[in-house]
């Protein structure tokens, strides 16, 4: 309570009775005069500040009241306020880790490898707790998951904007993928211009060409809107950095950075397969995609394909 909200009634004040210094409710003993209540710690001076004007320094850097008040649950299942709020947890940490790999993508076309290793590193621990969230739900059974499935509609993962950044960051592109967002201007140009760009792992390649790499001349100079394929020329690449690690140490920790993070992205798709073979089986998935199928397709596909070949011939 305020000072202003303590003092909203001046006139019973003024008619009240003096009060007993030996009186409990006496503010200076154990009144509830926010004036006067203070932690009992005050006297050391550790107390923290609790009147304010307006909301909280907190409230106004974290906004939390705009994020706890964004669950919207359209069914009467208690469960789906997990799944809900689970949800937009991920999409929190997609956030996160897209801001990270941008990061990291431009610190690699300034040739800072350091910086660009540190954004890495980071999104590995954030990684690690976007692949947690799947622990609310990864032991959902059928019908658990159909007490409030119904409430998704059309509704799916797939759907997610911040999601498909990450993937184009990872060389995952595809055009197709920005219909759903016609509807939503500022989303649509992100992600096209997200479709454009190069990937962060065709910074990774360029860095490797300037670092005086063999890098094959068509992989520099593809189309960056297209998914990234395979190349046995940028395997030989890697072969070679890892092969003679003194040679370029700080080649070998980018690589080992990128490595974690495909690992990471691995489990994810995996992590997410499960939980989805629990909850439904092989059934259609929500938004008319293939379910199980589409993930396990997903699964197979590997992040920064040649940094794992290449260990074959090292």
């Known amino acids: 309570m305020s000072q202003s909200a303590a003092h909203d009634s001046p006139a019973r004040e003024a008619t009240a009775p003096p009060a007993d210094p030996a009186d409990p409710a006496h503010p200076h003993t154990a009144g509830p005069s926010a004036e006067h209540a203070k932690p009992a710690d005050d006297e050391a001076g550790e107390a923290p500040t609790v009147d304010f004007a ?62 660009a290793i540190a954004a ?30 119904g409430a998704l509609g059309e509704g799916s993962g797939f759907q997610s904007a911040m999601y498909r950044r990450m993937e184009f960051l990872l060389g995952d592109k595809s055009a197709s993928m920005l219909v759903p967002h016609r509807g939503a201007p500022r989303v649509h140009a992100e992600l096209e211009r997200a479709l454009a760009e190069p990937s962060l792992y065709d910074e990774v390649l360029a860095l490797l060409a300037r670092r005086g790499r063999a890098v094959p001349e068509d992989v520099l100079r593809r189309d960056p809107s297209l998914r990234y394929e395979p190349d046995e020329g940028v395997e030989a690449v890697w ?32 992590d997410h397969l499960v939980a989805t073979r629990r909850a439904m089986g092989a059934k259609t998935g929500t938004g008319g995609s293939a379910g199980v199928a589409w993930l396990e397709k997903r699964a197979r596909r590997n992040v920064f394909p040649e940094l794992w070949t290449a260990r074959s011939h090292v």
């Open 239 to 270: 072969s070679e950095i890892y092969g003679d690690p003194d040679r370029d140490e700080e080649l070998v920790r980018l690589g080992e950075a990128l490595t974690d993070v495909a690992e990471l992205v691995w489990r994810w798709r995996n």
């Open 54 to 115: 307006g909301t909280t320094p907190y409230e106004d850097y974290v906004q939390a009241d705009v994020l706890t008040h964004l669950q919207r649950p359209l069914s009467d299942d208690p469960g789906e306020m997990v799944f809900l709020v689970t949800t937009q947890v991920m999409e929190l940490w997609f956030t996160v880790i897209v801001h990270e790999w941008e990061t990291a993508a431009g610190a690699l076309r300034g040739d800072d490898i350091p910086v």
């Open 120 to 149: 890495l590193k980071r999104s590995v621990r954030e990684l690690e707790a976007l692949n947690a969230s799947w622990r609310p739900l990864g032991q959902l059974t059928p019908a658990q998951f159909n007490s409030y499935r």
